[in-house]
């Protein structure tokens, strides 16, 4: 190549760099901005056709919407009775909270338990306080400790949502921070090159500042729905599979090298040739798999498709914009000290690969038994996992004041104080359907509710009854006794009884949830088995390969249910858990599905299935496992959130992939293409192929 034809072919890569590293510097601290635009209404947790929601929306017109109780509970210093004069005194310290800084309105006195050794009262509060909620629920609490010989805890909604914010702090920095470091210590340690790994990690970088800007622009535009868990999702997910496709391609163009004798651009052409198809189609399974949530019911469900989507078109054009265009600058330099072979068969580069290829080809029958027996027997436990709900003490992996303070509440007054089954009914009907609550087994207590600041208990002909639960409201039993009321309402004539509620909310999103996984399942898995048949050019292939993966999915869940029971002392998995469980775990995992069908078959139309199945599954052998790797660490920087949702969805996830990796797609998928032979293209013409 001329020195000419040389210095244009690097202008391209140039450009490339620059673009980039303008995206990086100007889109970067969108990363740290997404909590600015993040929601935390109520309503979008919470199914949009659901009877719960609608009765929110009916709470609108007695004006619940403008606030967000605190539940304020004294009890004994050391226990026993409280002394006689704290409830005047207690209430005294209520009353001074009104007209505070984020109160609404007067606060209730302080009313005894049954028992006598506890007082509550009830603080409004503006639900609009977001980071300035910690510093009045601060003041709330000094103002009412002032109450001698007794010890205060601050519980409710007020108290959950301050803990919630405290949980997700890290998002921006710690999260990122731990996932970053952890792909890189892998990097270091399995490619032995200093600057490939950085390399990679600047990319997934920039992919996420990209991904971020454009979230952040949605989410300010109501386009898009931005939470917590949307947000730290989001993180993962962008940098696990920019790091993926990077690797996938940083291989190849390592062999591309190392055969043109470090000629870069045709390299990188070869690499570009051979790696794109198998990273879009990689990417569109993941993409398209996550949309598909838009079939949900769940609003912060539907958020997430979208937003994650986006997040996995950022990291693919960064995995084949950026980092060719800084590998052709930088040519064999990006691998020091590994120097780029000229093949990647070569037995000293890839004895463990070659061993298991060797095992594969000579027993193929007895290698996918065993791996199927055992993924059979772990898929036997699926079943056993609890996905109706966490309660309320295991939402927090760490100890957390809400947590405790609710604790205490239920201790002295039934344990759906403070948080009542809220049922919106016809005026007209009203001690019909009071008398009618009151009446059911496992309801406390019922009365009609006013209308904050109206005097009067009507708001455009319908009024509310508060239902007090005698259990707590996460539990079971409150769950039945909601199932039990909502019959007996409809069958209130002229009522139109809706009810609703923190009780009926969970029923609700675990009934949706079910639904959601019924409808979504089969969705993502017809959009993984069309595009595999589009890149495999195949049927029988693409079955296979959704069927391993599913089974791995089964597997995956039944030592979850263990693991979580056994190890972690959960009670139950979120509802849905399942749901986002199968869509990462199975999109992704059939990822490096992708990878190596689609390089075996590449090999198979030059030396026929059984030897390219040996050579597919030697060259990439290495940069799947250690892709693998990369993305289970990732998803496990998730648990360094303490919330019991995204630690479960951290090990499903990251124990799926591994398991994916090292025994599916190693083990299972070659000894079965192995077995039936060039059959496995059906209907497609490789099958003819001697």
């Not at 505070?100 to 007067?106: C, D, Q």
């Not at 006195?109 to 909620?133: C, H, M, T, W, Y």
């Not at 069309?530 to 693409?542: D, K, N, W, Y």
Request: hydrophobic share 55%; aromatic share 6%.
């Amino acid at each position: 190549m001329s020195t000419l034809a040389r210095g244009a072919s690097r202008l391209l890569p140039l450009l490339v760099l620059v673009v980039w590293l303008a995206v990086g510097g100007g889109l970067g601290p969108y990363a740290g901005k997404l909590s600015e635009v993040a929601t935390n209404d109520q309503a979008a947790f919470l199914p949009r056709s659901a009877e719960s929601t609608r009765v929110l929306k009916a709470q609108e017109a007695f004006r619940q919407e403008e606030t967000l109780p605190a539940l304020v509970v004294w009890t004994a210093d050391g226990g026993g009775r409280v002394d006689p004069g704290a409830q005047e005194s207690a209430s005294r310290a209520l009353a001074s909270l009104k007209d505070a800084e984020g109160v609404v309105g007067a606060p209730s006195p302080a009313f005894p338990s049954e028992d006598g050794e506890a007082l509550r009262g009830i603080v409004q509060l503006r639900p609009d306080l977001g980071e300035e909620l910690p510093v009045v629920l601060d003041e709330v609490e000094a103002a009412v400790s002032a109450v001698p010989g007794t010890e205060v805890w601050l519980a409710g909604p007020a108290a959950t949502r301050a803990d919630l914010g405290g949980a997700f702090s890290g998002i921006d920095g710690l999260l990122l921070v731990v996932a970053l470091v952890t792909v890189l210590v892998i990097l270091l340690l399995v490619y032995r090159s200093v600057l490939l790994p950085l390399l990679i990690i600047l990319g997934a970088v920039f992919a996420l500042g990209l991904a971020c800007a454009v979230v952040y622009v949605l989410a300010d535009h109501a386009v898009v729905r931005v939470d917590g868990q949307v947000q730290g999702i989001l993180s993962i997910l962008v940098i696990g599979a920019a790091t993926d496709y990077a690797l996938l391609l940083a291989a190849r163009y390592r062999e591309e090298l190392g055969a043109r004798d470090g000629d870069r651009v045709p390299a990188m052409r070869a690499a570009l040739r051979q790696s794109l198809g198998p990273i879009v189609a990689s990417a569109a399974t993941v993409a398209l798999a996550l949309l598909a949530l838009l079939f949900s019911d769940l609003t912060n469900n539907r958020a997430l498709g979208p937003v994650g989507a986006i997040g996995i078109v950022c990291a693919v054009l960064s995995s084949v914009t950026f980092l060719p265009a800084v590998l052709v600058l930088l040519g064999r330099a990006a691998y020091w000290p590994a120097r780029p072979k000229a093949t990647a068969d070569d037995e000293a580069d890839h004895p463990v690969w070659r061993k298991v290829a060797r095992l594969v080809d000579r027993a193929p029958r007895k290698v996918w038994a065993g791996s199927l027996a055992a993924l059979v027997a772990c898929a036997a436990f699926s079943f056993s996992l609890d996905s109706k709900g966490v309660p309320f003490d295991e939402i927090f992996v760490k100890d957390a004041p809400s947590v405790a303070a609710q604790e205490r509440l239920s201790e002295h007054f039934p344990g759906g104080a403070g948080n009542p089954a809220v049922v919106i009914a016809d005026a007209d009907a009203a001690e019909k359907v009071r008398t009618a609550a009151a009446a059911v087994e496992g309801v406390d207590s019922a009365m009609v509710s006013a209308a904050p600041g109206s005097g009067r208990p009507l708001a455009d002909g319908r009024v509310r009854i508060d239902v007090t639960l005698a259990d707590a409201a996460d539990s079971d039993a409150a769950r039945d006794t909601v199932v039990a009321l909502r019959r007996t309402l409809h069958a209130v004539p002229g009522a139109d009884a809706l009810v609703g509620g923190s009780t009926a909310q969970k029923y609700d999103t675990q009934v949706t949830a079910e639904r959601d996984r019924s409808l979504i399942v089969p969705v993502v898995l017809a959009i993984i088995l069309a595009i595999l048949v589009g890149l495999l050019r195949s049927l029988l292939l693409p079955l296979l390969l959704v069927a391993t993966v599913a089974l791995n999915f089964l597997a995956t869940l039944g030592v979850s249910a263990l693991v979580f029971e056994h190890v972690f002392g959960f009670t139950g998995t979120d509802s849905a858990v399942p749901l986002y469980g199968f869509v990462f775990l199975v999109a992704l995992g059939v990822d490096y599905n992708i990878f190596l069908m689609s390089r075996v078959r590449e090999e198979t139309e030059l030396h026929g299935t059984r030897e390219g199945l040996r050579r597919g599954l030697v060259a990439t052998g290495g940069v799947i496992t250690s892709a693998g790797v990369v993305l289970a660490a990732t998803f496990a920087a998730l648990g360094v959130i303490p919330l019991a949702f995204l630690v479960q969805i951290a090990f499903i996830v990251a124990f799926g992939v591994l398991l994916d990796t090292l025994v599916v797609r190693s083990l299972l998928v070659p000894a079965l293409v192995r077995d039936i032979g060039p059959a496995v293209w059906w209907p497609g013409a490789l099958r003819h192929r001697p």
